[in-house]
Structure formats: structure tokens, C-alpha cells
């Protein structure tokens, strides 16, 4: 059991930002990746999809010897919210990491989120903030074109087009003075130089999947759940869609080449989806 892997998923290739940390911190363990790459985007699909698209996912992790499952997807955690559906092992969406930190770094309890569609219409991240400190103030926005600028490669610091959707969509959560700012999603912290530019460096900006693999390593210690392997663990990652398309994007979320090996899931074929 210690030596299984920890078995993480997502829509697409954003949660791969979740694998770099997991690889950081927890080096001696063995990642299984989901990425529903036909499927992606989730976050502009309504709760029921998600969801369903969700349980397909952890079904395909199940298939192979896992010990806990992360869904490194913000809209994914923040659609099953504080009502998990896997129970007989440990199950770690990234709103409540990510809030923990937020709170904590908050020096004057205005918290701001971004995040996709679906993700700011559940109010998952403001209700969980809310929850534990209904003092504070909560500014929501969400950035639907994020996604597709990151996924194409619009990546870079200067980029003026990303520069532009970035300004317009943080434009009214700085008017919010908050000094504390969620990247509620998975592609968000690849342009955090671009966010933290534009927010300005008074404010802390939060990213969801390192907070949540410094949580999985937390859980995983309490469990005595850790890997007792002394080599490295190994990452094998499948996806719904095409391996070579993964094999380029990847890197853009790694911020380096793919190493492990790449698998198509075929499981739509199965379930006939
Ligand atoms: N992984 C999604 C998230 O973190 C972003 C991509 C999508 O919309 O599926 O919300």
C-alpha cells in the first residue's frame, strides 16, 4: 500500500502543475496522471457533466493500485466541494489547501479568486473562506480565455494579447483592494509572473496545486501512507486524447520535457462515451 502510487487527475494538462509539485516535495513517489485531454475544457460545462466527467475519471485512476487520489482540477474540486466521492482512501480536491494558505497570508482579509466559469458560479472558494472567517471580504472574477491562451502557448511574460485579457479581467478585483490572490485554476499559475505584475508585488499570490501537494505529503505522513521506496518514483501519465499533442503542451506546464511515459486511456472506446 505505501508503495502505491498517488494517483492525480484533471481535465487536461493544467494538472500537470500539481505532478511538478508532487515530484518537488515527494520525490520518492509514484504519480499515476489522468488527463481528460478529449474532454477538456470542463470549466465552461454545467455541475451534472462535471461531475459525471469527474467519477469517470477517478474510475480510470481505480484501475490501476492507487493510495490517494487528488483531482488537481479547480473546477473538478470545486463542483464536488466539501462532499467528496471517494471515501475508502484519502481524496484531495485543491479548494481547502489553497484557502488555508490564502487565509493565513491575508494581512487585511480581502481575498481575491479567479478561476473558470463554472468554478466562480459554485462560490466554492468564497463559501470555504466565508465558512471560517465571515469577516473577511471575498472578490470573485471569472477568466474564461486564460485556459486557451495557456494551452496555446501564449505564455510568455511580454506577451501582449495576454497581457491585455489580463488586465481587463483583474482590472475589478483591484479595484477591490485585496492583497491576497487565489489562481483557482490549474493553467493560471503558468502567467503568475504576467498576474503578479498586474496585481503589483503588494499582493501574495496563492497557487492551488502546491498548496495541495504540500497537503497530499501532510495527509500521506499522518496515514504513515509514505513511500518507504529509496530510488525515485516514477510518473506514468495517460490521457483521452492524443499522446504526441500531450507530449508538446506538457512542457508548458512542467517547464521542462515530459519524463515518465505517456499512455492513451482508450476508456472512452470502454465505456462508450
Ligand atoms: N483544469 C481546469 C481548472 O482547473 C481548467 C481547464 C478546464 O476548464 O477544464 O479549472
Not at 458560479?121 to 471560517?132: G, N, R, T, V
Amino acid at each position: 500500500m505505501k508503495n502505491d502510487a498517488i494517483g492525480v487527475f484533471d481535465s487536461g494538462l493544467g494538472g500537470l502543475t500539481t505532478v511538478k509539485e508532487l515530484n518537488r516535495l515527494l520525490p520518492h513517489e509514484n504519480i499515476i496522471y489522468f488527463g481528460d485531454t478529449a474532454r477538456v475544457p470542463y470549466g465552461s460545462r454545467s455541475p451534472e457533466t462535471i461531475l459525471r466527467y469527474a467519477k469517470e475519471d477517478v474510475a480510470f485512476l481505480r484501475q490501476h493500485q492507487v493510495k490517494m487520489i487528488i483531482a488537481a482540477c479547480g473546477t473538478v474540486s470545486s463542483v464536488v466541494g466539501d462532499r467528496p466521492f471517494v471515501t475508502d482512501m484519502p481524496f484531495a480536491g485543491v479548494i481547502y489547501p489553497a484557502v488555508a494558505a490564502a487565509c493565513a497570508a491575508t494581512r487585511t482579509k480581502r481575498i481575491g479568486i479567479i478561476g473558470t466559469p463554472a468554478t466562480i458560479k459554485s462560490e466554492s472558494y468564497k463559501k470555504a473562506i466565508l465558512q471560517q472567517h465571515p469577516d473577511y471580504f471575498v472578490a470573485t472574477q471569472a477568466c474564461p480565455l486564460f485556459v486557451h491562451l495557456v494551452e496555446n502557448g501564449y505564455t510568455d511574460f511580454h506577451n501582449p494579447v495576454t497581457r491585455l485579457v489580463a488586465e481587463e479581467y483583474l482590472a475589478p478585483i483591484q479595484a477591490q483592494k485585496v492583497d491576497t490572490l487565489i489562481l483557482g485554476c490549474t493553467h493560471y499559475p503558468v502567467i503568475a509572473d504576467m498576474i503578479g505584475d498586474i496585481m503589483g508585488a503588494d499582493v501574495t499570490l496563492i497557487s492551488p496545486g502546491a498548496e495541495t501537494a504540500g497537503y497530499a505529503k501532510q495527509c500521506l505522513t499522518e496515514k504513515n501512507l509514505l513511500s518507504n521506496r529509496t530510488e525515485n518514483g516514477k510518473n506514468v501519465y495517460y490521457v483521452s486524447d492524443s499522446v504526441e499533442l500531450f507530449t508538446e503542451n506538457a512542457a508548458h506546464f512542467l517547464q521542462k520535457e515530459v519524463t515518465g511515459t505517456v499512455y492513451q486511456s482508450g476508456w472512452q472506446k470502454e465505456a462508450g462515451c
